[in-house]
């Protein structure tokens, strides 16, 4: 459906139906694949967008060999702008609920529970954050899927602002679109060289609630802890079995039983059991490190080593190993040179109405990798809540807002009209 813009232009599709033509697609990630990208289908989104930046005239569109899609509206000519802006986002899904057959439907929300369908309830009660969303339109699942507004949404809010942006004929500098795959299984900037990619400033749109901007994160690390028992039959077992489960269990036990999910909040970190598996000879243990302060995210990993330690002690030299690898670490200092744009951020929030706040983010984004790879990329809002499960949703009002506060962010650095 084609959309009469003020001064004459034509805008093609509005940011929702643009979300709901791209949530249609299943894009979940894979954790166990070592493809890139980990699964075929966000090969499918990655080249309808590729088209869709070709048909609104972007410049040097292409897919990587790792399935990003990648354009340049080139800058408005005889404009001076404050350097290359990058506008990111990912196409996968988290593998953690199903994206496949998503059943979007809009609801009015009033503050009374949502029945979703297949037996599951969206409340208050459960989510309080939903209180500030009563009176709004929201698009939510039918209980049975994720909605895709991680981070679909965001790539609906990209792709609306440079169409409409390119309607409006507004001046602009140089802009580089990026689409990613397997964000959700910390694989998204896999294959991406940041001085190729020739970018002074970037932004990721990949946050939560409406008008939250974000420049810390998690410092972030993966363990695998193997431990190696002695099998023998019961029946003659004493003094020489030594049970891998049992002793994995035993080890696990050793961690402070406080710094885990579901007992911290705000800047607190955890060290956290993903997954285990074992038997009487071998057992493994998997487990995610977070915090945001340096200092004691080596900590946590220096208490995981000391728990191996301590079992190697206890059952033998060797009996446990612990191969504990970095993933990515906060931005905040690499951020906190170029506060300009987290002002300008703030800036265009307010220009669209919207109180701007920042938070801590409790995990990473692309952009805290591409910080650390050269390009300052601080994290904007979507619009969503409840990422990763079947009770996500998105305020159709946010999808609107969020293309507009783009197009501030990306007026903002035009130096010359």
């Given at each position: 459906?084609?959309?009469?813009?003020?001064?004459?232009?034509?805008?093609?599709?509005?940011?929702?139906?643009?979300?709901?033509?791209?949530?249609?697609?299943?894009?979940?990630?894979?954790?166990?694949?070592?493809?890139?990208?980990?699964?075929?289908?966000?090969?499918?989104?990655?080249?309808?967008?590729?088209?869709?930046?070709?048909?609104?005239?972007?410049?040097?569109?292409?897919?990587?060999?790792?399935?990003?899609?990648?354009?340049?509206?080139?800058?408005?000519?005889?404009?001076?702008?404050?350097?290359?802006l990058?506008?990111v986002?990912?196409?996968?899904?988290?593998?953690?609920?199903?994206?496949?057959?998503?059943?979007?439907?809009?609801?009015?929300?009033?503050?009374?529970?949502?029945?979703?369908?297949?037996?599951?309830?969206?409340?208050?009660?459960?989510?309080?954050?939903?209180?500030?969303?009563?009176?709004?339109?929201?698009?939510?699942?039918?209980?049975?899927?994720?909605?895709?507004?991680?981070?679909?949404?965001?790539?609906?809010?990209?792709?609306?602002?440079?169409?409409?942006?390119?309607?409006?004929?507004?001046p602009?500098?140089?802009?580089?679109?990026?689409?990613?795959?397997?964000?959700?299984?910390?694989?998204?900037?896999?294959?991406?060289?940041?001085?190729?990619?020739?970018?002074?400033?970037?932004?990721?749109?990949?946050?939560?609630?409406?008008?939250?901007?974000?420049?810390?994160?998690?410092?972030?690390?993966?363990?695998?802890?193997?431990?190696?028992?002695?099998?023998?039959?019961?029946?003659?077992?004493k003094?020489?079995?030594?049970?891998?489960?049992?002793?994995?269990?035993?080890?696990h036990?050793?961690?402070?039983?406080?710094?885990?999910?579901?007992?911290?909040?705000?800047?607190?970190?955890?060290?956290?059991?993903?997954?285990?598996?074992?038997?009487?000879?071998?057992?493994?243990?998997?487990?995610?490190?977070?915090?945001?302060?340096?200092?004691?995210?080596?900590?946590?990993?220096?208490?995981?080593?000391?728990?191996?330690?301590?079992?190697?002690?206890?059952?033998?030299?060797?009996?446990?190993e612990?191969?504990?690898?970095?993933?990515?670490?906060?931005?905040?200092?690499?951020?906190?040179?170029?506060?300009?744009?987290?002002?300008?951020?703030?800036a265009?929030?307010?220009?669209?109405?919207?109180?701007?706040r920042?938070?801590?983010i409790?995990?990473?984004?692309?952009?805290?990798?591409?910080?650390?790879?050269?390009?300052?990329?601080?994290?904007?809002?979507?619009?969503?809540?409840?990422?990763?499960?079947?009770?996500?949703?998105?305020?159709?009002?946010?999808?609107a807002?969020?293309?507009?506060?783009?197009?501030?962010?990306?007026?903002?650095?035009?130096?010359?009209?």
């Open positions: 459906m084609k959309k009469q813009l003020e001064n004459g232009g034509i805008l093609i599709m509005t940011c929702k139906e643009r979300f709901l033509k791209y949530i249609a697609v299943s894009t979940a990630s894979d954790e166990d694949s070592t493809e890139s990208p980990s699964t075929t289908r966000q090969l499918e989104l990655s080249r309808r967008l590729a088209e869709e930046m070709l048909s609104l005239g972007l410049k040097n569109v292409h897919m990587d060999s790792c399935g990003k899609a990648i354009g340049t509206l080139p800058a408005t000519e005889g404009v001076k702008a404050a350097g290359t990058a506008l986002a990912h196409v996968d899904t988290a593998p953690a609920a199903s994206g496949e057959g998503v059943n979007a439907r809009e609801v009015l929300y009033t503050g009374e529970d949502i029945e979703l369908g297949h037996g599951v309830i969206l409340s208050e009660k459960q989510f309080p954050a939903m209180k500030d969303v009563r009176g709004q339109v929201l698009l939510v699942t039918d209980g049975s899927t994720l909605l895709g507004a991680d981070d679909k949404a965001g790539v609906a809010e990209i792709m609306t602002a440079v169409e409409k942006l390119i309607a409006s004929g507004a602009h500098g140089e802009l580089r679109i990026v689409f990613t795959t397997d964000e959700e299984v910390g694989r998204g900037t896999e294959g991406l060289d940041v001085k190729e990619l020739a970018c002074d400033w970037g932004y990721t749109v990949d946050g939560g609630e409406l008008g939250v901007y974000e420049y810390e994160n998690f410092n972030a690390a993966a363990a695998l802890v193997r431990v190696h028992g002695v099998g023998i039959h019961p029946g003659s077992a003094n020489i079995m030594k049970n891998a489960a049992t002793i994995a269990m035993g080890l036990s050793l961690l402070p039983a406080d710094q885990v999910p579901e007992k911290t909040e705000g800047y607190e970190g955890f060290i956290h059991l993903t997954d285990m598996s074992g038997d009487v000879v071998e057992a493994e243990l998997h487990y995610i490190i977070r915090d945001h302060d340096r200092t004691l995210f080596e900590e946590k990993k220096a208490c995981l080593r000391a728990a191996v330690g301590e079992i190697n002690r206890r059952y033998g030299e060797g009996t446990a612990a191969d504990i690898s970095d993933t990515y670490y906060n931005m905040r200092e690499k951020i906190e040179p170029h506060r300009h744009l987290l002002d300008r951020a703030e265009a929030y307010r220009a669209c109405g919207v109180a701007p920042t938070e801590a409790r995990g990473g984004t692309d952009g805290a990798v591409l910080t650390w790879m050269g390009l300052p990329c601080p994290n904007l809002s979507t619009g969503g809540y409840n990422y990763h499960g079947v009770h996500e949703f998105i305020p159709v009002d946010s999808l807002v969020m293309p507009d506060v783009l197009l501030e962010i990306i007026g903002s650095f035009v130096e010359n009209v």
